[in-house]
């Protein structure tokens, strides 16, 4: 396409038109308009504009002869080059601030006012110890007394929690405590006091031992009234 005759920004509006290849309304294809009405007509060279001609305007004034409101405009046959742009890039804006709306979008729930846990979503601590049970014996069978373990009880309480709340006790606030420590045949006694109700919270504890070390994990099931 020659664009020797073209403006700057014609050429630049040519372009952007090139890389834009899903502007919509489609272009079609014109018969030759004479030069005396300031048009001039030119096919594309590559993309999905080949053989689709594009109109541009080559006058002084606004961009774009005929308004999109205009009932030749909404057959879509005589949209300008200069109007498409323009609405391809002021759709893209109204999508984006309609997405950071959305995104930012805060949403009150009113309370339900239930006060005790359902039968089917009550903290069962059998169940629970069972799953501290597999989860120490998995990460600590083989696993030797040392100053790794502090990171290692530090992931094995995010472990444990995670997989419980897999279990799906609804409503309830999970606290899991994990300690581990060396085993030179001492005794050892773990205890934890708390504040609850005691006909919906509950807890589970479970300890493990290999030649090496100690380890003792409790979880602690309160419901969020």
């Known amino acids: 396409m020659a664009t020797s005759g073209l403006t700057a920004n014609e050429k630049l509006t040519i372009e952007a038109l090139k890389q834009h290849d899903k502007v919509h309304p489609t272009f079609r ?22 053989k689709r001609l594009l109109r541009v305007s080559t006058s002084d004034g606004p961009p774009g002869g005929i308004p999109l409101g205009s009932p030749s405009a909404k057959s879509g046959t005589n949209f300008s080059v200069f109007q498409v742009v323009h609405a391809t890039r002021t759709w893209k804006r109204f999508t984006q601030q309609r997405r950071r709306a ?3 979008r805060q949403y009150n729930l009113e309370n339900t006012f239930r006060m005790e ?5 009550k903290f069962l601590p059998v169940t629970v110890e069972n799953m501290i049970k597999r989860q120490l014996q ?3 069978t083989d696993v030797t007394y040392s100053e790794n373990c502090k990171e ?5 309480s995010g472990e444990i929690k995670d997989r419980i709340k897999s279990l799906n006790f ?16 001492q005794g050892i006694h773990v205890t934890s006091r708390s504040i609850w109700n005691a006909e919906t919270d509950n807890f589970a504890c479970y300890t493990f031992k290999n ?8 979880v602690h099931g309160v419901y969020f009234e």
């Open 138 to 140: 998995f990460r600590l």
């Open 152 to 156: 290692i009880a530090k992931d094995l």
């Open 117 to 121: 846990p359902r039968e089917d979503g």
């Open 102 to 104: 959305t995104a930012s």
């Open 211 to 218: 030649p090496s070390l100690i380890a003792t994990a409790y």
């Open 170 to 185: 609804p409503r309830f606030k999970l606290v899991c405590n994990v300690i581990i420590m060396e085993n030179k045949g």
């Open 29 to 50: 294809a014109k018969k030759k308009i004479p030069s005396s009405k300031g048009r001039r007509e030119g096919t594309a060279e590559s993309g999905g504009l080949s």
